[in-house]
């Protein structure tokens, strides 16, 4: 529970703000004096880069493309949590469509 003003953090939360970037009305221009002296945090998260003029205003995390094991991870571990409860389904999904599944979207991702 917030007492008072100064347990209070301030976010704003941009999700995909890459598509605001590729807008032909430059949606986001408003930001550039929004993120020289801030006075709430700002978070964009994007699948691309912003134009230099934006990037250069801000703190940049980047993460490269997932490789074959971190999918087979990420499909494992998904694969764990939906299938907890019938373990049976959970091994028969692991030896018969996840590897092909890893493999079709790298695949994918390479065409």
Known sequence: MIKNKS?????VLFDE?????????????????????????????SNWSLDASK??????????????????????????????NNPEKNVFIKENYLNELVKGYLSYLRS
Do not use: C, F, W
């Open 7 to 11: 347990d209070t953090i301030v976010m």
């Open 17 to 45: 703000i890459g598509l605001a970037e590729i807008s032909p009305h430059n949606s986001l221009k408003v930001l550039h004096s929004l993120l020289e002296h801030p006075k709430v945090s700002v978070i964009g998260l």
């Open 55 to 84: 990037m250069n205003r801000t703190i940049t995390l980047s993460r490269p493309d997932p490789d074959e094991d971190d999918l087979r991870e990420s499909a494992d571990s998904i694969n764990d949590h939906i299938n907890e």
